[in-house]
């Protein structure tokens, strides 16, 4: 695949900037908040590199002030989509036997202007539209999706040096990485810019052309990603910017006979609902879809005797509230022996009065910010009145919510004497931690308690000093987390570091961050040439 005429530079993770008090770089960030929050951007569709407005506007809002307008932006409906997919397939032929190099040159590009350019222009937009604090934003918006893309390009680079090493005489053997035969659905989440602009990235640069339906309340920050894709030279068409309602768009989309293949990031059903639709409208595709999915997670922390309690605390502190405690990694279920509870309490609580005072508009340079959107913040408080009066379940800390201006839910800490209790089980994507307190000499029993309690498997951490708890607890938890953690958070996993995603109900484990989530997005064909054929059919042993 002409991989030696090429060097394509060495990826490398981006370098985090702290934007310390009176530093020049929170100086020109907070520059940059204020000329976003001074103006109301009107965001169109992007079909076929041809901007598009339906006139049926939705209001992108701050979720921190809800009243604070953004951007407008113009949503699709069937016959959208149906341009959009029109566009996409009149743009493959040109955009996949366009060498790979050429396709790497684009997406590197867009490294470059996403942590140079813009660095602090899709910092501003992801705390605005998101509500993240300055340092959330910057390891997800800069850096991540940066990483990603210089890291793809590396293992896209890996895949096609992949080759057959044995070649009987007189023949020659090689395999030629198709894109799929089709366009690829990219259905992408709120909660990380990163993962907005990887998910149609990803399956572009291996050749394949998108539609892409951004998620509704993060609209403003993917339509900067989609911009900063055509400033750094893609092609019309390859990725088709589509806003709008799931309902409308993913039926749309999904009965079209040309899906070759659905790049998703979001709940489980919703993508169980997809799945089902596929599935049950084979015969309508050229070809089977693939889907690659990362879903929901009911994370743990389990934690053993020989553990500090304040590293202990911490790590479910940052793993549980960090942004809320909306990822899909979010520290939300833990698990304590008795005899370290009440210093860990101690410390939790600390820790928690802490962040009530750091809660705020993350243009503010507040740690601890508001859930994305009313039907979240509803939605976390009736789990949250349910606690206070379940028998099996008492609500420690925080608990309260405000939602007059912003989004607001304290971080909040349910205790339960119930192992199976809802919390332990269904994902809130909040800030919701629910702690089960086990007997000391209970580890091997309740490890197995916390394999088997939710239907998640995305992450999942060990805190302990006793190697031999260590060992039995990543024998124990094999399958229940895709991504494990010994002595740290569940959380923060980094590109090219630790490859991402779960299985179960958490999704297919196809790990964004390596080459394994790349190489969905081939179709490999196989070639056999025999430079000197057979003139007769008969075998020496026939003679």
Known sequence: MESGIFSIPAAKNEQIIDYKKDSPQRTALNDELVRQKSICSDIPMLIGGKEIRSGRTIKSVCPHNYRHVLANYHQGNNGNVEDGITAALAAKPSWEVMS???RAAIFLKAADLISNKYRLTINAATMLNQSKNVYQAEIDAACELSDFLRFNVA????????QPTQHAPGTWNRIDYRPLEGFVFAVTPFNFTAIAGNLPASAAMMGNVVVWKPAST??????LVMQIFIEAGLPEGVINFIPGPGREIGPAVLKNKDLAGIHFTGSTAVFKDMWRFVATNLDRYRTYPRIVGETGGKDFVFVHASASPQITAVALA????????QKCSAASRAYIPRSMWPDVKRELEEIIEDIKKETGDPAEFKFFNAVIDEPSFDNTMDFIKRAKIDNDADVIFGGAGNKSTGYFIEPTVILTDNPHYKTMKEELFAPVLTIYIYDDDQFEETLKLCDNTSPYALTGSILATDRQAIDKAMSQLRYAAGNFYINDKPS??????????????????????????????TSPRTIKETFLPPNQYRYPFMD
């Open 492 to 521: 923060g996993a980094v590109v090219g570091q630790q490859p991402f995603g779960g299985a179960r109900a958490s999704g297919t484990n196809d790990k964004a961050g390596s080459y394994l989530n790349l190489i969905r997005w």
């Open 100 to 102: 790979w190099q050429e």
């Open 155 to 162: 293992f896209m680079e890996q895949i096609y040096k992949v």
């Open 318 to 325: 940052r793993g549980a509230f960090e942004y809320q405690g």
């Open 218 to 223: 993060s609209v403003h920050s993917s339509w």
